[in-house]
């Protein structure tokens, strides 16, 4: 039976595929979020967890709706809405 060979990637290297910075790649790697290993006094990511995590990170459909606000209603948009308001503005001054 063969081995496959482990492919290596160094953090920047990860990172880079990745598409985040170095700085969240350690983020990730503290967090327990990626697995990584030190050998010596250098970092290195295994390409397989990296694909993995990559995998693991996707986002499924209708889970992101706490990230934009209600839609406004005509009434509240045609009144400007509470922000809007600057009725009081002179009665603050």
């Given at each position: 039976?063969?081995?496959?060979?482990?492919?290596?990637?160094?953090?920047?290297?990860?990172?880079?595929?990745?598409?985040?910075?170095?700085?969240?790649?350690?983020?990730?790697?503290n967090e327990g979020?990626?697995?990584?290993?030190?050998?010596?006094?250098?970092?290195?990511?295994?390409?397989?967890?990296?694909?993995?995590?990559?995998?693991?990170?996707?986002?499924?459909?209708?889970?992101?709706?706490?990230?934009?606000?209600?839609?406004?209603?005509?009434?509240d948009a045609q009144?400007?809405?509470?922000?809007?308001?600057?009725?009081?503005?002179?009665?603050?001054?």
């Open positions: 039976m063969s081995e496959k060979q482990i492919e290596w990637l160094n953090t920047e290297t990860a990172a880079r595929r990745l598409g985040i910075t170095t700085r969240t790649l350690y983020r990730f790697i979020g990626l697995p990584a290993y030190r050998m010596g006094r250098v970092i290195r990511v295994k390409q397989t967890d990296v694909d993995a995590f990559i995998e693991s990170s996707r986002i499924q459909p209708g889970t992101l709706s706490h990230l934009y606000p209600d839609p406004i209603s005509a009434q009144e400007g809405g509470e922000s809007g308001d600057d009725s009081d503005v002179d009665a603050v001054r």
